[in-house]
């Protein structure tokens, strides 16, 4: 299992709190369970590295997010605000492009990033076929979150590796902007 922790923990609660304030995500159960075997992984690593006033290094403590909360503050309103356009990006993306995700999720001989590379394929077909007057990469970012959604309310048995996938694919197409929009 991979831990989430460095570069990968902003794109892993941007996902999260995203995927939380999303309509229509069917699996909130299966995320929060995610989210509970996720921050007893990272309790479980004794390899934090102790601060000078005492505490761990910032990982994922008793459910929090393990970041300062001005910037917990600052993802949940910026993945909300994601969340309202990926709701309507949601409704651009055909039945037949999720599927063939699935499907690729689904095809266990395919490696992870054979399956990233795919993703970011159809990221960028979809970004050409849905108008938008944003950024490209804001567009980008929210399309590979909202197909993560719809990926997973289709094969709800997939969450653990369509979550991990797309902070992934996120942490190597968007990191920068991530940073650069959370304020880091």
Not at 11 to 32: G, N, P
Not at 140 to 166: C, E, G, Y
Request: aromatic residues 6%; hydrophobic residues 40%; contains cysteine.
């Amino acid at each position: 299992m991979e831990q989430i922790n460095g570069p990968l923990q902003m794109e892993h609660a941007l996902l999260f709190t995203f995927l939380e304030a999303s309509s229509d995500c069917k699996f909130k159960d299966q995320l929060h369970s995610l989210q509970s075997q996720q921050i007893m992984v990272l309790q479980g690593n004794d390899d934090d590295e102790l601060q000078t006033d005492g505490n761990r290094s910032g990982h994922f403590r008793n459910g929090d997010l393990g970041l300062a909360p001005t910037n917990e503050e600052v993802i949940r309103i910026i993945a909300a605000q994601l969340a309202e356009i990926g709701d309507q990006f949601d409704k651009e993306i055909q039945e037949r492009v999720v599927n063939g995700l699935v499907q690729h999720f689904l095809n266990e001989n395919l490696s992870n990033e054979e399956i990233s590379r795919h993703m970011s394929r159809v990221v960028r077909e979809l970004i050409q076929a849905i108008p938008s007057d944003m950024e490209q990469e804001k567009a980008m970012l929210v399309l590979a979150m909202v197909l993560t959604k719809k990926i997973v309310n289709t094969v709800p048995s997939l969450l653990r590796r369509v979550f991990d996938t797309t902070v992934n694919y996120m942490n190597q197409q968007f990191h920068n902007y991530i940073v650069e929009m959370l304020g880091e």
